[in-house]
């Protein structure tokens, strides 16, 4: 009898994973996200109205999990120099690095590229003080009330302690100065921002590190990762090629002009039915990974978890076909389970100890 696999077969497998391995839970209950707590969203005032995209990482709640202990020493996180000079400014000049002494990190990012930081731990300003004033890069800006800034001239980089347990920082000046009269009862900032705040609080994982955007051109450019990128190019503008002064919706019109018939598996345009993404991680039990999609409507769930679907059966077909039955990008995909919550749709993947040491030995990660 011959060994061959059949088109039939083919066929016969493919229903069963569909069926079997992607099970796709539709659910009216809520997803059950963990609560903002106050200290974090106090910080968030001195973050931009609108960001880009807005990173939380509590560094003093991922260094008590064994995952951190285990796999993070030896990653690229635990060099300094990943995170910027900045970060290794510190360090050099007071210790505090994010294995010992900085507790948390607040990221925000405009398309006008203007950047806020806001780093909490335990600082010496006094190290500082004498360490800048050593490095003839770096340039005193005094402010009333006794608040000096830090300026790297090369970069164009400012930081400054808003007080002993916080350091602030930007490459827009300006920025900067508009956190000198935030305090913790100001309502400023992203906090202002209803939309952003209503993304933030949907967020699954809140405890070690989180992710979010709820601007349209970086959602597209998150899912541009997912698909055919050569294609793309040839086929549709980047976010560079449009006008930041043209609002979203002539954008998204813009981007519908190339009249191409689109792919059932293409993950490219459901980017315009998606209003907010977030990346969440928890440690607690190994790694899990949560992927939110805030879609528009329940149609718009159900067509990206459709594609979803599509997308992760035939990766998973085309892997249990090669000669090695166990490549590393299929026990991803065994790994990886997608749910639905009215309008919100999740991919999720959780890994063991044990899991992560495999698919670093195969160099996943």
Known sequence: MSNRVTPFKKIILLVFIINC?????????????????????????????????????NFKK??????????ISDSVFSSEKNFGSFLNTLKEATGSSITN???????????????????KGTFDKNKVNEYVGRDTLYQKINYPNNVVVFKQTVTNFNFYFKDDFTVCASNYLKQLEYTF??????????????KAMTDI???????HLWMMSNQKLFIRGIFENFADTKKLTAKNPQPEDFDKRDSIE???????????????????NIYKKINAVSFSFDMSEGLELLMQNECEDLTSAEELRNKLDGIIALTKLSSAFTKNKTTPILK??????????????????????????????????
């Open 101 to 119: 002494g900085i507790d948390e990190l607040f990221f925000s990012n405009s398309w006008n590229g203007d950047n806020a930081i806001v780093i």
């Open 62 to 71: 991922m260094r008590e999990t064994e995952f951190w202990q285990k796999f």
């Open 181 to 194: 009269d935030v305090k913790d009862t100001s309502r400023t900032g992203l906090l202002t921002n209803e």
């Open 201 to 207: 609080n949907n967020i699954k994982f809140k405890e």
């Open 250 to 268: 002539s954008q998204t019109q813009q981007a519908d002009t190339s009249g191409n018939k689109e792919n059932p598996y293409e993950l490219y």
């Open 21 to 57: 391995s992607l099970l796709i839970t539709n659910c009216s209950k809520n997803l059950n996200p963990d609560p903002l707590p106050l200290s974090v969203k106090q910080n968030l005032a001195m973050l931009q109205i609108e960001p880009q995209f807005v990173m939380y990482m």
């Open 332 to 365: 991803l995909m065994d790994k990886l389970k997608t749910e639905v919550y009215e309008m919100t749709v999740v991919a999720k993947v959780k890994f063991s100890q044990q899991d992560i040491t495999e698919l670093r030995k195969q160099k996943i990660f």
